[in-house]
């Protein structure tokens, strides 16, 4: 069992229940994330039926491994890699929601083609970068407030829901807690600003969930926990 997929996801669950409970959080207000970049379509079937959302990187792939997707499966796909606004149409055909929104260009390019689909309202997060790493996506966050009120007032389409964040690539663990605190407290700011919910923060990988629970994180994205290492890391 333990060396099945549905066993790694048991265990991450537990985990994710131990982190809830030490927090003195709600059980079951984080949702579990699958990021299956580069792992088969196939590996993806074995898991969904055990994840609350299905997470890819890059559209072309996650389109592809969509196409033959079984429709008996309805675990929710996410964009969580950077997006191009070449590829903004059809990331909008392939994802059920977004949440690597991180400049207000691409806003506006997903805004006018939802316009064009006569859709009035598709899900997104704001991505930020907490860590000061240049190789991530996100906007600084002390841009983030901009971005978010120019998004809100010009791109009505958009549903802000929150944020995502990726954690610093470090071992230390105060500074991965500084940055998954510093979105928290960003959120509760512009929350308070701006009088909306955005109740979603999707933070926390394989190596660092459990120190985004305690800071409050609602989705966790794992990928190498549950589907193994993958051959390098995509930018
Ligand atoms: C790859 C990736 C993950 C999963 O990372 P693991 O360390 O394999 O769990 C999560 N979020 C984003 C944005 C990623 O690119």
Known sequence: MVDSTAGRIAGIRETIAEALSKSGRASGSVKLMGVSKFHSAEAMVEAAPYLDLLGENRVQEAFAKRRSWPHSLSTPWHLIGRLQRNKARRALETFDAIESVDRLDLAHTLDRILEERGESSYPVLIQVNTSDEDTKGGVAPEEAERLLSAVLEKCPRLSVGGFMTIGPNTGDESEIRR?????????DRLSCKF???????????????????????TTVRIGTSIFGARPSYPV
């Open 179 to 187: 940055a998954f605190t510093g979105l928290r407290e960003l959120r």
């Open 195 to 217: 009088g909306l919910p955005l109740a979603e923060l999707s933070m926390g990988m394989s190596g660092d969930f459990k120190i985004a629970i305690e800071e409050g994180s």
